[in-house]
């Protein structure tokens, strides 16, 4: 399967609908988030559900293409079909029937990271971009995310602990993958770094309270569960 060439856009300010999406849909999202008298019902696709064990086997390190399907019943794991990478992420019920969401943020508790997550351009799963996040824009759309170099003022506003800690795991990331050391010495600490020796995918799970980054609305934002990578 071909790497979609497009990338992610990572963020920590509001980012605008992405382009090809429809209007309509984008209106009717926007007016169930900003209504206060609603009760938002969201369902996570299974496999972006937040279960332990996953239902997918990816340490986020790891290309999309080699995500394994290894639970659910399965007798042994198997590759991601283009089925699977096409069905829509998240579905959002409020005052009226399920919308497939047309644009997701996904945060990163305890981390300076959001990134947000729209239909790729040019999508290996389907002929034509589809109107709704699907699952594999948020997995490759994650996975480049992180691939990422962090910009300089962003990683001295750390603080010093958590500089000495980002810089530390950069420096295990070069021991363990000698072959490409001078491209990776090139491009620096990645935002994958920030994550430690957390890089197991879960899942997904909504944002709540303080979760929700300031101009974000409750129902379009959720936390990446992960758990340390072995």
């Not at 009226?96 to 040019?122: N, R, S, W």
């Not at 750390?158 to 000698?178: C, I, K, N, P, Y």
Request: charged share 20%; net charge positive.
């Amino acid at each position: 399967m071909e790497r979609p060439p497009s990338a992610p856009r990572l963020s920590t300010v509001p980012l605008p609908s992405p382009r090809r999406i429809s209007a309509s849909i984008n209106a009717e999202v926007d007016a169930q988030l900003n209504s206060a008298e609603i009760d938002i019902e969201l369902s996570i696709d299974p496999l972006l559900t937040a279960p332990y064990p996953p239902p997918l086997r990816w340490d986020v390190t790891e290309h999309p293409n080699n995500i394994k399907l290894a639970s659910m019943g399965l007798p042994q794991a198997r590759d991601l079909s283009r089925e699977d990478l096409a069905r829509c992420a998240v579905r959002m019920s409020a005052n009226g029937g399920p919308v497939k969401l047309p644009h997701i943020t996904l945060v990163f508790p305890g981390l300076p990271l959001m990134v947000a997550i729209e239909p790729i351009d040019a999508p290996v799963w389907t002929s034509t971009p589809l109107p709704y996040v699907t699952v594999g824009d948020v997995l490759y759309s994650l996975y480049k995310a992180l691939r990422l170099s962090v910009p300089l003022r962003e990683l001295y506003a750390l603080t010093r602990a958590h500089q000495e800690s980002v810089s530390g795991v950069f420096r295990q990331r070069l021991a363990r993958d000698l072959k490409n050391y001078d491209k990776n010495i090139h491009y620096g600490v990645r935002y994958i770094d920030y994550l430690g020796k957390m890089r197991q995918f879960v899942g997904l799970r909504p944002a709540a309270g303080i979760e929700v980054p300031t101009g974000k609305k409750r129902g379009e934002v959720f936390v990446v569960v992960l758990f340390p990578a072995h």
